[in-house]
Each structure stands twice: as C-alpha cells, then as structure tokens.
C-alpha cells in the first residue's frame, strides 16, 4: 500500500489483520486509496475468512449479504469476548456507510490504541478471531 501512493497505511495488527481506515485517515484521496487497494489485492491473505472478504468487496462498496453477515457472527462473538475479559462497554458491530460491519468504538468511550485495549483485543483475537475495525 505505501509503495501504491499511500505512504502513511499502518503495518498490520499483532494478529496479522489488515488495518483499516477510511482514505482521509490514511492522508490521501478516496481514489487514490481505492487504486493502491486494487492493485494490492492479490497480497491479501486468502484463508476465506469474512474479514478478507470484506476488504474486498469494500474496494467495490458492493458487499454481498452472506459475506457481511458472517462476518456480524464473529464480531459479535469478539465483542462479548471483550466484555466478558473486562471491557463492559465494548459495543456490538454496527453497519458502516460502506455496507460493512464495523466497531463504533469512540461513541462508546473506547480508545482502541490504548495499551489496556490492544491487550484485551489481542486476547480476545486469540479466543474469537475477528476483524478488528474501529470507526
């Protein structure tokens, strides 16, 4: 992604999942995040997991309904896995503009880049695999 004009897209999490943002987070246009994804997609892990999938249909913005609700499935099992290792508020998945679930962490009073997160998260990666996607 940096080598595609994005130079400011994050290294991937601890439990290998893509980052995700939208194209103002990464300091860039839409297009040309939209550019630097599809000529990386052939890079993204194929193991078939929704969270794969969901990068790739966000590319289009055409997510298909089996895809989004798999992927609701192992968010929702990630987000009672954080409450229940000490994380009371940590919402449900919601669906974004885009047509893909995400975590709408901040208007729960979550900040995902703190330590006590990231640890908690990279508990609950290890107990309910799930794309981590914070909006």
Same mark, same amino acid.
């Given at each position: 992604?940096?080598?595609?004009?994005? =130079?400011?897209?994050?290294?991937?999490?601890?439990?290998? &999942?893509?980052?995700?943002? *939208?194209?103002?987070?990464? %300091?860039?246009?839409?297009?040309?995040?939209? /550019? #630097?994804?599809?000529?990386?997609?052939? @890079?993204?892990?194929?193991? $078939?997991?929704?969270?794969? &999938?969901?990068? @790739?249909?966000?590319?289009?913005? *055409?997510?298909?309904?089996?895809?989004?609700?798999?992927? @609701?499935?192992?968010?929702?099992?990630? #987000?009672?896995?954080?409450?229940?290792? %000490?994380?009371?508020?940590?919402?449900?998945? /919601?669906? $974004?503009?885009?047509?893909?679930?995400?975590?709408?962490?901040?208007?729960? %009073?979550?900040? *995902?880049?703190?330590?006590?997160?990231? /640890?908690?998260? $990279?508990?609950?990666?290890?107990?309910?695999?799930? =794309?981590?996607?914070? $909006?």
């Amino acid at each position: 992604m940096r080598s595609h004009d994005v =130079p400011n897209y994050p290294d991937p999490g601890s439990g290998g &999942q893509l980052p995700k943002g *939208d194209a103002e987070q990464f %300091g860039v246009s839409n297009s040309q995040l939209q /550019t #630097a994804r599809r000529a990386c997609q052939h @890079l993204y892990p194929s193991n $078939g997991g929704s969270f794969q &999938q969901l990068m @790739l249909c966000e590319n289009t913005g *055409d997510c298909p309904q089996a895809v989004v609700q798999q992927a @609701l499935t192992e968010m929702r099992s990630f #987000a009672r896995c954080m409450r229940s290792h %000490g994380v009371p508020n940590w919402p449900d998945p /919601t669906i $974004g503009r885009g047509g893909a679930p995400f975590f709408n962490g901040s208007a729960h %009073g979550i900040d *995902d880049h703190s330590p006590q997160i990231r /640890t908690k998260i $990279g508990e609950c990666e290890r107990v309910a695999p799930s =794309p981590v996607l914070f $909006g």
